[in-house]
């Protein structure tokens, strides 16, 4: 399965940031490389991404296309700004806004409906994992989650990875994974989120049943984020 190289810039970026881009130069073949800048960046990003093969995402979506939702994006909004993919159920989402896994199902099929690729995370804390719990609550947010079909990406992100400088083990990884691929089908492709920087990227993209990465602080350079696609 071809991997996916995904940038979740998060609430950073101006219209200099752009500039990343041309830095970043032109997508290998072998792998396919999107980024998530902050709305405000989509439609600017999309078409000068689109000239190096670089796909352009949204960061949330609302469920519904349109309406009375006061600073909200809906999916429609997103693929009409040129976005291709969106991801749904970050932690940071969950964690900030509330976000329950029925909403974050609602928001990935809004994704599909648009026509948009959903990225749907999910991930334990770390007490759950200190408890044993990391199976069961992973697994229970895909089964509250995830879209019926196949035509979205799953991302496991530790939350006590996220930003933190730490990584599980890869045996830990690799674990979640198999877990992950067993509850879905083969033509799912399962990214690892959770500080994926150059030094790690290579053992941890070498790992069976992952399908890439989705990287937040390293996707911010563009040197680190190509050192991170290269190792794809
Ligand atoms: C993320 O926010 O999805 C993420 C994986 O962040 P970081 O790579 O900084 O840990």
Known sequence: ????????WKMNGLK??????????PAPAACDVLICPPATLIAAMAPAAARFGIATGGQDCHPDPSGAHTGDISAEMLKDAGARFVI???????ADHGESD????????????????PIVCVGETEIQRERGEAE??????LEGSLPKGDG????????W????????TLDDIAAMHAFIRK????????????SVKPSNAKEILALPDVNGALVGGASLKAADFSAIIAAA
């Open 1 to 8: 399965m071809k991997p996916l190289i995904a940038g979740n």
């Open 16 to 25: 200099a940031s752009l500039n990343e881009i041309e830095a970043l130069g």
């Open 88 to 94: 749904v159920g970050h932690s940071e989402r969950r």
């Open 102 to 117: 029925a909403l974050v199902r609602a928001k990935a099929e809004a994704g599909l409906r648009a026509g948009l690729v």
């Open 136 to 141: 069961a609550v992973v697994g229970g947010q």
């Open 152 to 159: 979205f990406v799953i991302a496991y992100e530790p939350v």
């Open 161 to 168: 990875a996220i930003g933190a400088g730490r990584t599980p």
């Open 183 to 194: 509850r879905t089908n083969e033509r799912i492709r399962i990214l690892y989120g959770g």
